[in-house]
């Protein structure tokens, strides 16, 4: 009898120690590289906001802006790996290495890839000056124009520079780039038309595609089309092959995070995912819940990375 007493004494008093060790212990700092109000900024807080309440600690969002997202992604690389500083990884941090010689931090070494969050295609848009009604129009226009029709990006070495140049790559077109401050400069120019194209995230180009104001001529998709652009073909569809471009978001962490730690966040990720409250709000913003594996989700990162080095090479495109 006093053995079984001292056992469920001890018991008890090891319950406690034991349930404090399940990660998160307390709160999470989920470091987005960019201003709040963008692609990151918004799926880290729809995400953070559903994890806070499964876990029961608070994810927190930072805005670490500056140097191209370089500032924020360089503090998660001298992080502890404990779990408790997350970075949103995102396309611009595979854009990055191929434009500077010099960084403070390698995306391929320094990070440890979690989960794939949600993917976003672009679209093409015109201007409603431009007469093509589809891409092979578009595409017929600029070979009889070769150098005369523009497009607009948020500047040089951009994720909208760079995918354009892709699209030049793929189409054989030569559309001539005209870089602006920002995105939301890009798209007020094409509203304008100052500028003939902006190939951009469907999410930031919604509400003007439904209102007429520009048109959507294909997303960048490898032959399914966007949900919440059912009548634009993909890229494919449309006849240019090679044009499967997805502005991505996941979770990462520094370098050696450990895999229980690493688990866990998958594992709540996905989770997260299948709400359907938080789902709808991804999709009607054009961005389509993955959920992806640390594994897969690293593969992504790694393919990326050759992906637009590639790109950054032929084209020959410099910072500014």
Known sequence: MRNALLFLFTSFLAAPSLAAEVYPIKPVRVIVAFAPGGGTDFTA???STQLSEQTGKPFIVENRTGASGTIGYGLVAKATPDGYTLVMMDLSMVIVPNLYKSLPFDVARDYTPITQIVGAPNV???SPKVSAATLKEFIALAHANPGKLNYGSAGAGSAIHLTSELFNRSAKVNVTHVPYKGGGEAMTALLGSHVDM???????????VSSGKLRALAVTTSGKRSPVMPDVPSMSEAGVPGMTVYSWYGFGGPAGLPKDVVARLHAETVKALAVPSLRERYLVQGSEPVGSGPEAFSKLVRDELRRWAGVVKTAGITPE
């Open 198 to 208: 902006v190939l951009t995230t469907v999410p930031s180009s919604l509400a003007s």
């Open 124 to 126: 093409l848009l015109v």
């Open 45 to 47: 807080r729809l995400i």
